[in-house]
């Protein structure tokens, strides 16, 4: 069985646009709308003359516990629990969020090893991006802009290295 990567964070980070570059699919849906992606979505992420591993799209973790959005985080957290490495995936955009404060607690609990990824960050000063984050203390920190495959090798190969 390959190892599995799966891609946690809250709605419109970029995850299913990340999801889509690991695995060059457009099989994640990619929306506007925060809550598109409800299930989870397993793709298989194949770089060249490396190992391959699974990679595990989840809806955004919304923060509320009742309703769709609830079993929404509830599968996100099933997902990272199961996971060998999580990507917590964040915007580097907008900056960290009270929302990214509360799903690194829950990440923290699940104890899994952990690479923090700061998305969009095509445009931007990506050193000043992740230093936003910095607070978060996370060691593994990858920039990466999914939406035009900048850092995306540099990802799967900190990816493979905690694999
Ligand atoms: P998800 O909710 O976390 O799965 O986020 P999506 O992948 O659906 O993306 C949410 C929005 O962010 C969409 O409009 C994407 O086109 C946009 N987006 C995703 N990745 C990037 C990126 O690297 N750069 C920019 N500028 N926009 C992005
Ligand atoms: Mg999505």
Known sequence: MLPLVALVGRPNVGKSTLFNALTRSRDALVHDQP???RDRNYGVCRPEGKP??????TGG????????????AR???AAAEE???VLFVVDGREGASSLDD??????????RPTVLVVNKTDGL????????FARYGFSDVVAVSSAHRQGIDD???HSLARL
Not at 52 to 57: E, P, Q, S, T
């Open 75 to 77: 599968q996100a957290r």
């Open 35 to 37: 809550g598109v992606t």
């Open 52 to 57: 391959a591993f699974a990679v595990v799209d």
């Open 83 to 85: 996971a060998d490495l």
């Open 102 to 111: 509360d799903i690194l607690k829950w990440l923290r609990k699940t104890a």
């Open 61 to 72: 973790i919304a923060g509320e516990d009742e309703g769709l959005a609830g079993a929404t």
């Open 155 to 157: 990802l799967i190969d």
């Open 125 to 132: 000063d990506a050193q000043a991006a992740m230093n936003d």
